[in-house]
Every structure is written in structure tokens, then in C-alpha cells.
Nanobody, 117 residues
Framework: QVQLVESGGGLVQPGGSLRLSCVAS????????MGWYRQAPGNQRELVAT???????NSADSVKGRFTISRDNAKNTVYLQMNSLKPEDTAVYYC???????????WGQGTQVTVSS
């Protein structure tokens, strides 16, 4: 069982920036594919960005050029740098971890991001 703890959410004005962090409680973090998802009220949870154990990244078209996912295996942490935030980015952001080669799908508790003037 892996526990994920997100932090870094908050209230920010349009055009501003936030960096989300997610710390995983596992000693083999480097063998997990990691991702960020978000869910706005009334909407389904959607993919924001993913990063594989090898460092390959993917992101939703709606955030390309504005959001960057990265990881620090020495700190068991995955980050989501969010720039040029828009009101439509307002959502609860969830961290996700999936191990290589074995079944598993772990989620954090979520962190609220609100973009508003």
C-alpha cells in the first residue's frame, strides 16, 4: 500500500502560478509511474499530466505549455508546476501512482486549486 500526500494548492489570481507536490510513502518510488489528475465540480476526473518511471511525460492539451510535471526520486516526490493559471483550472488536484509490473492504482486525498480574481 502506498500513501500519497499532496500539498501546494490554494487561491491564486488568473495568470498566477502554483507548484503542487506529492510525496509517496514507498522505498521504490523510482518504479512507479506518476500522474496528476483534476476534478472540477460537476465534472469527471480528468488527466492533467503523467510522468513514467523513466521520466517520459505527457500532458492534456488544455495545459500544454503552461503546466510541467517532474519528479525527484531521491525525495519520493512528484511536482506539478502550473503557470499562467486560468479560472477553468479551478479543481481538486489528485496525485496518482501506478507501480510497474504489478497491479496497483493509488490516489492521494486531493488538494484544492482555485483561480479567481
Amino acid at each position: 500500500q502506498v500513501q500519497l500526500v499532496e500539498s501546494g494548492g490554494g487561491l491564486v489570481q488568473p495568470g498566477g502560478s502554483l507548484r503542487l507536490s506529492c510525496v509517496a510513502s514507498t522505498y521504490i518510488f523510482e518504479f512507479y509511474n506518476m500522474g496528476w489528475y483534476r476534478q472540477a465540480p460537476g465534472n469527471q476526473r480528468e488527466l492533467v499530466a503523467t510522468i513514467t518511471s523513466g521520466g517520459s511525460t505527457n500532458s492534456a492539451d488544455s495545459v500544454k505549455g503552461r503546466f510541467t510535471i517532474s519528479r525527484d526520486n531521491a525525495k519520493n516526490t512528484v511536482y506539478l508546476q502550473m503557470n499562467s493559471l486560468k479560472p477553468e483550472d479551478t479543481a481538486v488536484y489528485y496525485c496518482n501512482a501506478r507501480p510497474l509490473r504489478v497491479p496497483g492504482d493509488y490516489w492521494g486525498q486531493g488538494t484544492q486549486v482555485t483561480v479567481s480574481s
